[in-house]
């Protein structure tokens, strides 16, 4: 028996508090998830009849997320290219996607965490982004709860910078495991610092052993071509994928 509220359930304290999920939280969760699974359907379907590659880039708050997309959308050019950006508080990080000419919706989640389907469905009717184009989703800087979280993306994206230490993988495996594509990024720090490259990509495979890898720099362009080279197969792959159904 629960001695903080009678539940019935075993009680485990940490410092006291009072820590376990009751059968009521744990429904209430169930339902969160479900109605988001379907939002998350309605957008992936709706990506893919026009052609769009939608990307969900997650990472730690100041992996460099919003550098990196600025870097890349200034190196994709013409190519059409809408973002959606997540954060608690402000409007920073739309404004810096904006300065690159391209249009971007800012979502604020406030006491929120993550972003989830729903919010971004509403994002994208504000977008109303082109066909045939690349989507990018930045999501709330948080190497947990995003993970969780289906948005209709092809692919989750996770950025780690290479000052964050070597064993997030295997500290956070849920969000390493979710993705497809790890970027690591800040690069050009590597000189200054002990950080051993080899091994934060060998953790993130134990965890994931399918995990594509790429080593980048925002700052300077290092690996920026192989990440736009993976960007432009994705997107073939999914058009290919989408003609043959
Ligand atoms: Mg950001």
Redesign the pocket.
Known sequence: MCGTCGCGEGQMTIDGKHHHSHPREIALERDIMAKNDGYARANRQRFRDAGILALNLVSS?GAG???L?VKTLDMLGDTPCAVI?G?QQTT??AD?IRATGAPAVQINTGKGCHLDAHLVGHAVEDLNPRPDSFLFI?NV?NLVCPAGFDLGEAHKVVVLSVTEGEDKPLKYPDMFAAADLALINKADLLPHLDTDLDLIVANARRVNPQLDIITVSAKTGFGMQDWLGWIKATHADQQSATAAE
Do not use: C, I
């Open positions: 708050p997320k919003t550098a997309l950006e954060d920073n990080d810096r930045e800087g």
